[in-house]
Structures are given as structure tokens and as C-alpha cells.
């Protein structure tokens, strides 16, 4: 009993000790001033700093983009329109430009002609003359036989008198009789209806675009048909000679179907009741099989709307004779009607209208002698002899 009575003093005077120790620490501790008499004490809460959204940093390209590059368009201003010169007398206005045939053709045979007795040397020479023209072997016998002939029972003539019967034995290896005429004028309710093909390199859109002058020229309405989708710049370029006399071109997309484009050509040249729908094919080389059939094909397709009323065969007169084999093949497959003749002007060999002539019964008609816009003429043999000899026939 007594050991417990004493640990019960011993914890009190413990309690008692620490709270001594306690007590005068918290003393030590300032308390806030008393609040004024009427007032409530508020706890508050320190002020908050605002709140900054955080700035991103650019970070710079590996690699600076390119400026953007302002492209203007280009202006694209139509040609003036243009009113092409009569066809008519084209041929005797241009006879200048046969200056080179001149040489061949005219003096060089006359200057022979004319002698006071002509041997078999000068016969031969005459002979050669000819075939160097490119008149060919067959025309040529024919007219220095017909020539030998007029001398030997007219005896020696003067160079005047001897130069009427050139001009005339040239003038009928030319077959005036033939019909040159172009059939132009709209029948049975549609257009008329004109294809014109040839070989690469021959001149061709430029001579379809000339030839569509031509036609302008002399009163006819006419519309374009782009038929050559092979070659980039052949739509464009008979475009633009159609928007200088006003005529309506249609085209298709590069590397289409050149049957679908000259049937959509006649067939809007129906609906807009156009005198003339002319139609520029695809140059091609007569040897090719697959290109020849493909030009048959644009022809029948264009049929659908009704028979083609001419179909022209280009033919560059440099070429010579070759132009005989072209002329031969394209005739087969699309049945030419008849032959433009162009570079006439830059060749001594004129005589190919003859050859041409002679050996395919194909018309010439219309030839070529410049370069410029209106330097294609209607094919008139009378013309054509005169300007050749470089007097009056």
C-alpha cells in the first residue's frame, strides 16, 4: 500500500514539473491585438499572385521555307481579225516568188528554143532541163516530142514565136480540162466537208490554216476542226489562225481520238450552219500501216454525218519525186481529190505539178509561195506557164 501511495506522488510531481517547463514557453509567444470594440476579427488569406499562362518559345525551322512566289497570269490578247486578200489573181501577184523555177523552166529552155538550128545535143539538153524541173521522165518525152515536132514543120521561129509553143505545150501538160474547183458549198442540210492530210513536215496546219483564208477570202463561213491530238502545238496553232479571220475552232485533249474530234467538228459545224468545216489531220509517213489506217478511220467516222466532199493531199514541192509515192499511198486509203503544192517558191523544181499530174490524174489545186498568210493561190495553168517563162503566155 505504501509503495503504490508512493508512486502516485511521484507521477504527480512529474505532471506538475512539465507543465512548469510548458507553460512559460507559450508566454513567450505575442497574440494579436484584441479587436477594436464593434469590430469581428476576419482571417484572411495572403493575396494571390496572378496567374501567367506560360510563353511558348519558338523554335525556328531547321530549314526556312521558300518566299511564297506571286505568279500573274499572263495576259493572252485574241489577234486582231484580219480580212484575208482575194483569191482571185493571187497566182499572177505572186509570180516573183517562181523566180527560181524561172531559171529552169523558162530561160534556160528558151535560151535553147531560140537557136537557128536545133541538134540532137540541144534536143537533149532541152530533155534535161525538164526532168531536172521534176516534170518526170514520161512528161518530158512527151513535150520535147511534141516540140521537135512544131519545129520540124515550122521551121526556125523567133524566140517570141518559139516561147508561144513552149508555153503552150506546158500549158497542156498541165491538163487545163481538169476541174481545180473547191467544193465548198453546203448540201442536204450540212456543211461542206474538206480533209486535209500529207506527211510530217510538209506544212500542213499552216497550209489547213491558209487554205481556210482561202475560203474566207472568197465568202465562205468555215469552221476548224483540230483533228492532229498528236502533236502539242498543232491545236493551238490552227486555233490561232482561226481566231484571226474569226472562224471556230474545236479541239480535243492531247493525245484523244482524232475520229472523235472531226466528227464533233462537223457535227457542230451542222448546228452553227457553217459554209465549210475544214479538217487538219495528223502528219504521217505514207509507210506506216498502223497511222494509214488510222487516217481510214477518221475519214469513215466523219462519213457518219455524210461523204466528205474533198479531201486535199499536202505536198511539199522540195521533195520531188518522192511526193509521187505519197501521193499514190494516201490516195488509196482516204481517196485525195486533190494536191496543195507548197514551197514553190523555194525550189528550182516546179515542174512536179506536171509529174504529179501526169502520173495520179490528181488535180493541183492550190499551191503555195511564201510564208506569209495569204501566199497560197488557186492553181491556174495559163497563170502558173506565165510566171514560169516570166512574160506574157
Known amino acids: 500500500m505504501e509503495y503504490v501511495v508512493a508512486a502516485v506522488i511521484l507521477l504527480?510531481?512529474?505532471?506538475?514539473?512539465?507543465?512548469?517547463?510548458?507553460?512559460?514557453?507559450?508566454?513567450?509567444?505575442?497574440?494579436?491585438?484584441?479587436?477594436?470594440?464593434?469590430?469581428?476579427?476576419?482571417?484572411?488569406?495572403?493575396?494571390?499572385?496572378?496567374?501567367?499562362?506560360?510563353?511558348?518559345?519558338?523554335?525556328?525551322?531547321?530549314?526556312?521555307p521558300p518566299a511564297p512566289v506571286v505568279v500573274e497570269e499572263p495576259v493572252v490578247e485574241k489577234p486582231a481579225l484580219e480580212t484575208p486578200e482575194p483569191s482571185v489573181g493571187r497566182l499572177v501577184r505572186l509570180r516573183a516568188r517562181l523566180a527560181r523555177s524561172q531559171t529552169v523552166l523558162g530561160r534556160g529552155l528558151l535560151s535553147v528554143l531560140s537557136r537557128d538550128h536545133l541538134e540532137d545535143d540541144d534536143w537533149d539538153e532541152i530533155e534535161e532541163s525538164l526532168i531536172t524541173a521534176d516534170v518526170g521522165v514520161e512528161a518530158t518525152q512527151v513535150i520535147v516530142e511534141r516540140l521537135r515536132e512544131r519545129v520540124r514543120i515550122l521551121g526556125t521561129r523567133t524566140v517570141s514565136e518559139v516561147r508561144d509553143q513552149l508555153a503552150e505545150e506546158l500549158v497542156a501538160a498541165l491538163e487545163p480540162e481538169l476541174d481545180r474547183s473547191l467544193k465548198t458549198t453546203p448540201h442536204d442540210g450540212r456543211p461542206a466537208v474538206m480533209l486535209v492530210v500529207g506527211v510530217n513536215g510538209a506544212g500542213k496546219t499552216t497550209t489547213c490554216g491558209k487554205i481556210g483564208?482561202?475560203?474566207?477570202?472568197?465568202?465562205?463561213?468555215?469552221?476548224?476542226?483540230?483533228?492532229?491530238?498528236?502533236?502539242?502545238?498543232?491545236?493551238?496553232?490552227?486555233?490561232?489562225?482561226?481566231?484571226?479571220?474569226?472562224?471556230?475552232?474545236?479541239?480535243?485533249?492531247?493525245?484523244g481520238d482524232p475520229a472523235s474530234v472531226a466528227f464533233d467538228a462537223v457535227k457542230r459545224g451542222i448546228d452553227t450552219n457553217v459554209d465549210t468545216v475544214l479538217i487538219d489531220t495528223a502528219g504521217r509517213l505514207q509507210n506506216k500501216v498502223g497511222l494509214m489506217d488510222e487516217l481510214g478511220k477518221v475519214k469513215r467516222v466523219v462519213e457518219k454525218h455524210g461523204p466528205v466532199d474533198e479531201t486535199l493531199l499536202v505536198l511539199d514541192a522540195t521533195t520531188g519525186q518522192n511526193g509521187l509515192e505519197q501521193a499514190r499511198v494516201?490516195?488509196?486509203?482516204?481517196?485525195?481529190?486533190?494536191?496543195?503544192?507548197?514551197?514553190?517558191?523555194?525550189?528550182?523544181?516546179?515542174?512536179?505539178?506536171?509529174?504529179?499530174?501526169?502520173?495520179?490524174?490528181?488535180?493541183?489545186?492550190?499551191?503555195?509561195?511564201?510564208?506569209?498568210?495569204?501566199?497560197?493561190?488557186?492553181?491556174?495553168?495559163a497563170a502558173f506557164v506565165e510566171a514560169l517563162l516570166g512574160g506574157d503566155a
Open 12 to 64: 504527480v510531481v512529474l505532471v506538475v514539473g512539465a507543465v512548469g517547463l510548458v507553460v512559460p514557453r507559450m508566454r513567450r509567444r505575442e497574440l494579436p491585438p484584441p479587436p477594436a470594440p464593434g469590430k469581428t476579427t476576419t482571417l484572411e488569406r495572403p493575396p494571390v499572385a496572378p496567374t501567367v499562362p506560360p510563353v511558348e518559345e519558338e523554335i525556328p525551322p531547321l530549314i526556312e
Open 213 to 255: 483564208r482561202v475560203l474566207i477570202a472568197d465568202g465562205r463561213t468555215v469552221l476548224f476542226g483540230a483533228a492532229d491530238t498528236f502533236r502539242a502545238a498543232a491545236a493551238d496553232q490552227i486555233q490561232t489562225w482561226g481566231e484571226r479571220v474569226g472562224a471556230e475552232t474545236v479541239r480535243g485533249p492531247e493525245g
Open 330 to 381: 494516201f490516195t488509196e486509203v482516204v481517196d485525195v481529190t486533190g494536191v496543195v503544192l507548197t514551197k514553190l517558191d523555194g525550189t528550182a523544181k516546179g515542174g512536179i505539178v506536171i509529174a504529179v499530174q501526169r502520173k495520179l490524174g490528181i488535180p493541183v489545186k492550190l499551191v503555195g509561195l511564201g510564208e506569209g498568210p495569204d501566199d497560197l493561190a488557186p492553181f491556174e495553168p
